[in-house]
């Protein structure tokens, strides 16, 4: 069902991509093995069953990549994602849906967010090298909750406080839909690279690391 994927997919680069599996149901946890274990490039270096347990193997397998559950006994995802996102790539994948819940996961500095029945076992090795590269990775569930604020109304974003230029801001009003760099370069004809270089020096003026955290604040919903 790769349709609820928010963001296409980009060109994937070679290389081995280290996975940690952190998930309390042992059922999802060798799911998620199996299907990366036949996908090239990826190695599953690891599994945990609680976020306690995901830290300590954060620091010493140093994976490129967590595959990290929400809900887990004695330390919750959100707690996790908050204390591993500086040192490795934190995608949620998990059957949460609620719109608190992956705003909170986003905050914490989660470059992605995927909802169980959202993707499949062709584009989960493809998603996983996607955030890699910096795009974003989200089910629609998850971009809904970026671009809605919730039941609480917040005053109106000044995006011209942020200091973009005109053509900063067009690419970051695309990127707030769910485009992907290819999309992008296609509807405001340019290069690719044209528009990766753009995205970076968006992502320096707004003091951000990843599009989860562009969106948020572009739109409002950072919790600021």
Known sequence: MTDDLALPLPVI????????????????????????????????????????????????????VVLLDVRMPRQDGIQTARAIAAETTVIMMTFTDEPDHIRAALSAGASGYLVHGSFDANTLAHTIRSVLLGAGAFSAQALAALRDPGPAARPAVDRKSFGLSERQAELMDLIAK??????????????EKTVKNHINAIFARLGVAS???AIALWLGTNGS
């Open 178 to 191: 769910g485009h992907s760099n290819g999309d992008i370069a296609g509807e405001l004809f340019l290069a």
């Open 211 to 213: 599009r989860a955290e």
């Open 13 to 64: 680069s070679e290389g081995p991509v280290s996975v940690l599996i952190v998930d309390d149901n042992t059922v999802v946890r060798r799911g998620l093995r199996s299907l990366l274990e036949i996908s090239d490039g990826i190695e599953v270096v690891g599994e945990a069953s609680d976020g306690v347990l995901a830290e300590s193997m954060v620091r010493t397998l140093h994976p490129d």
